[in-house]
């Protein structure tokens, strides 16, 4: 469980999340929506602990990820897929990562083997192919069996079998009761993969939604690829924009999801 608070987050002049209130249940996979710039991955980094909220506060299962002694076994992150060693193999990247959190050889390979990458492990990761990187990433993110897994636009510059397999691996992995969030911009991706929505455009979900004119009970409805579920939220996104409420003035970019 992920339980965010009146989380905000200023760069400056730049107010990159605003009073963000949410929770994120297990067993679902939670779908984190919204525009270029709307402040998910800031959203993700304050979660980790990499960026300091300047106001309100987020737990994971309870505390915050930085009180963690071993955090790989709490939560597994896919932020950035490039931000690896490139000189290290694949196999070399895990085992760093598992040495240094507790986590024995065995689950290197485990992890290998589950995202696909057993027969290239002995490779240097600097010569991977984006979808590879987003499956060592994914890899690394699982290396601690981990409750909790967060994944930031896992399916950026992914080929549709790779689509395909995030797809199923989030599925799996909120049904064996883990917390699943995963961001994306692309409103037809989440429609397809999650069970349940945060939208992001500068607002928070509950309140936010409403000033949008997306109501929870729409976003509801938000499920399994229903095509009229997204266009409903669609025309009501388009409505909001034209009626221009507080967060459509403050983001105008706010309706500009893809569908
Ligand atoms: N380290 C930083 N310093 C200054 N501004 C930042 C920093 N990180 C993010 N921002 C700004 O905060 C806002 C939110 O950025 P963020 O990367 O969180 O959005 P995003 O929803 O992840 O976008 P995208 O879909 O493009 O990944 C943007 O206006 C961005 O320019
Ligand atoms: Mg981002």
Redesign the pocket.
């Known amino acids: 469980m992920i339980e965010a608070t009146g989380l905000t987050k200023r760069y400056g002049a730049t107010l990159a999340v605003d009073d963000l209130s949410f929770t994120v249940p297990p067993g679902q996979v939670t779908g984190f929506l919204g525009p270029?710039?709307a402040g998910?991955?800031?959203t993700?980094r304050m979660i980790l602990g990499l960026d300091a909220p300047t106001a309100g506060s987020v737990t994971v299962n309870g505390r915050p990820y930085a009180e963690y002694r071993r955090p790989l076994h709490e939560v597994g992150a896919l932020l950035d897929a490039r931000a690896v060693h490139g000189g290290r193999s694949a196999y070399d990247h895990l085992l760093c990562l598992a040495l240094s959190n507790g986590i024995g050889r065995a689950r290197v390979d485990h992890v290998l083997a589950q995202v696909g990458l057993h027969t290239v492990a002995g490779k240097r990761s600097g010569g991977f192919s984006l979808g590879m990187a987003q499956r060592l990433g994914i890899a690394a993110a699982l290396l601690g069996d981990p409750r909790v897994l967060m994944f930031?636009?896992p399916v950026n510059g992914l080929d549709p079998e790779g689509v395909l397999w995030i797809r199923s691996l989030v599925k799996s992995l909120a049904a064996e009761g883990r917390t699943v969030f995963l961001?994306s911009h692309l409103m037809s991706e989440m429609a397809i993969t999650a069970d349940r929505l945060v939208i992001i455009g500068n607002g928070t979900p509950d309140q936010g939604d409403h000033r949008r004119g997306l109501p929870r009970e729409r976003l509801g409805q938000l499920r399994a690829g229903s095509l009229a579920a997204r266009r409903r939220a669609h025309d009501s996104a388009r409505g909001a924009g034209r009626r221009g409420g507080p967060t459509a003035r403050r983001h105008p970019q706010h309706h500009r999801l893809q569908l």
């Open positions: 270029n710039g998910k991955s800031t993700m930031d636009e961001s």
